[in-house]
C-alpha cells in the first residue's frame, strides 16, 4: 500500500528487481513522490511465507515504456523480521548462485 501526498491511499503491484537488509528496489507503472510511505508485504516460496514491513521511497527514475524504477527504504526491522529477511536474502543468494553455475 502507497500512502499518497493528498493523504490516501492506494494498493499497487510492483516486480521486485532487487532486496537486501535495509531495503529494496521495485518497477513500478507510476511514478511515486520522494519520501511517499509505503506498506510492504513480499511474498516468497518454498515454504510459502509473506514478510511485512513499513517504508519510505528514496528514489523514483523513470526508465523504459513508463515503468520508473523505485528505491524504497525500510524502516528499521525489529530483531526477528531483520533475521528472517537476512535468511530469506541469503536463501535467495544460493539459488541464484546454483543456477548461474
Do not use: H
Not at 50 to 60: D, E, I, P, Y
Amino acid at each position: 500500500m502507497m500512502w499518497l501526498d493528498d493523504g490516501s491511499n492506494e494498493t499497487i503491484m510492483a516486480n521486485t528487481t532487487n532486496i537486501g537488509i535495509g531495503g529494496l528496489s521495485v518497477t513500478l507503472n507510476q511514478k511515486a513522490n520522494l519520501g511517499t510511505k509505503v506498506d510492504i508485504q513480499l511474498n516468497f516460496s518454498n515454504p510459502a511465507t509473506s514478510f511485512r514491513c513499513k517504508g519510505a521511497v528514496v528514489s523514483c527514475l523513470p526508465g523504459e515504456n513508463k515503468i520508473y524504477n523505485t528505491g524504497i527504504r525500510f524502516e528499521p526491522l525489529d530483531e526477528i523480521k531483520a533475521v528472517f529477511l537476512e535468511r530469506k536474502i541469503s536463501e535467495l543468494l544460493r539459488l541464484t548462485q546454483k543456477g548461474n553455475n
